[in-house]
């Protein structure tokens, strides 16, 4: 699930009106070897002549078959490739599921486990209407834990939001949080649960979260490019230099108490070995963590259509799926284990657009390629640049070097990527904002902040 930052001019309007594995995945297949070559390049090329997206790895599986193609800046100033290392961001939850499930099934801990009874004397869970909080409420995004915890709630804007939160942060957080819902009655995507739930299990299985990665999940599956945290010095190399959705420079992000949410630095050779591992563990496989991943993959709302499971989104099509971003990455992992497909995409750019790529993908694999996207260039919507007020706040509009922006006084300019002649995505913001028309003239710009709508009006020409 993608990342909700917030930016001032967010608060200002809200004030004024989120065991060895012996299946490993052949070496990567070149790009001018693999047969969906050009269809790949033809889909990603309006995201890279549009400036979205800096660098870009894409990873196909196709029952047992790999391709990995590589486009834009990677490191070196060469392309990416299969193994360039990204970020995977909020991902990283598949395998901090993986992990508890595999401790569920080693009989550590039960999935009912309540979290205040892993936690130190003097350290509270808070509860909702007599509730309390379970593992499998952590797991499942279920805890009423609000997206972050709150003194990490302000910071997600900054470089590196999450340096230095460490055990007596996260502790001190647990004791002043106040759950958002009760526990159980809602599914609400919570990094917060997801971090504490790694922390529980590195406290209570030893050895710390990273290191339980490592020797639990990382090395069984033999995905040897991947770490918690940053890479060891022979990999350092490899690492993408991450950009914001403007493509500026982004710093890494480093994660403490945290890692579970959102730590793994990974290549797409590794996650396609993942998906591997997945497919076969959803065919009845019993190889390395394969019952741990079946865990991972059962439904559990007693529903049709879109489903979770343990650290898996399960889409109406049962295509299994996660994805999320950090200061200058994005990431999309998924498979479908009826057709026994697989897509990942590594960005080194932080912009949700790049999951638009994954039903692409998904329908290139079906041989049944989609015509790829058309971006409107910002040079053809001046007549939306311009001033807006909305509640006295003012906004400006502008078009510079080939890109569109807006912001508030103050403000620092925002990205704003055109969809069409009239819609646009706004990256920081997570929403399509729409310019509106009276005639042939642009009357006002409603933004989405949140769960709420505001419309701006145009001031002047």
């Not at 990665?213 to 190399?237: F, H, N, W, Y």
């Not at 945290?258 to 190889?287: H, N, P, W, Y």
């Not at 200061?327 to 026994?340: L, M, N, Q, S």
Request: aromatic share 8%; net charge negative; hydrophobic share 40%.
């Amino acid at each position: 699930m993608p990342r909700w930052p917030i930016v001032s001019i967010a608060f200002s309007v809200l004030s004024a009106a989120c065991g060895g594995s012996s299946h490993v995945a052949p070496p990567p297949i070149l790009p001018d070897e693999g047969k969906h070559h050009d269809d790949v390049a033809a889909q990603v090329k309006p995201y890279l002549d549009a400036e979205i997206v800096g660098g870009l790895v894409i990873g196909l599986y196709d029952a047992g078959k790999i391709e990995i193609y590589g486009f834009g800046k990677g490191p070196h100033d060469a392309p990416p490739d299969g193994t360039t290392l990204f970020e995977l961001g909020p991902a990283t939850q598949v395998y901090t599921s993986l992990l508890f499930a595999d401790a569920v099934q080693r009989k550590a801990l039960e999935l009912d486990t309540p979290v205040a009874d892993l936690l130190p004397p003097g350290v509270t869970m808070p509860t909702r209407d007599q509730i309390v909080v379970t593992l499998r409420h952590l797991v499942m995004h279920a805890s009423g834990l609000p997206r972050w915890p709150p003194s990490l709630a302000a910071k997600m804007q900054a470089p590196d939001p999450y340096a230095g939160y460490d055990e007596d942060a996260l502790f001190r957080d647990l004791i002043r949080t106040e759950l958002i819902n009760p526990p159980g009655s809602t599914i609400s995507y919570s990094n917060y649960g997801a971090g504490l739930l790694g922390f529980l299990l590195g406290k209570k299985l030893g050895g710390g979260f990273p290191k339980l990665v490592t020797d639990r999940i990382l090395v069984p599956l033999e995905l040897k490019d991947s770490s918690i945290g940053p890479p060891p010095p022979a990999l350092a190399a490899r690492r993408a230099q991450g950009t914001t959705d403007d493509l500026a420079p982004a710093q890494p992000w480093t994660f403490d108490a945290m890692a579970g949410a959102a730590g793994l630095v990974t290549s797409a050779r590794d996650q396609l070995k993942l998906i591997e591992a997945e497919q076969d563990a959803a065919a009845g496989g019993s190889l390395a963590l394969r019952h741990a991943m079946k865990l991972t993959q059962e439904p559990a709302l007693d529903r049709t259509g879109d489903n979770e499971g343990m650290g898996w989104n399960i889409d109406s099509a049962g295509r299994y799926w996660h994805n999320g971003g950090t200061g200058g990455f994005h990431a999309f992992i998924g498979f479908d284990p009826k057709t026994k497909h697989g897509v990942v995409i590594l960005a080194s750019t932080a912009t949700t657009l790049i999951d638009r790529l994954a039903d692409a993908m998904y329908k290139m694999l079906d041989s049944a390629p989609p015509a790829p996207v058309a971006f409107i260039a910002p040079a053809q919507l001046t007549a939306l640049a311009g001033n807006y007020e909305i509640n006295g706040t003012k906004l400006a509009v502008a078009i510079e070097g080939g890109r569109m922006y807006f912001g508030g006084a103050g403000e620092p300019h925002h990205r704003m990527v055109p969809l069409s002649d009239h819609e646009v995505w706004i990256e920081v913001l997570q929403n399509v904002a729409v310019f509106e028309k009276e005639g042939d003239r642009v009357v006002r710009l409603v933004l989405g902040v949140g769960d709420h709508m505001f419309a701006a009006n145009r001031v002047g020409p």
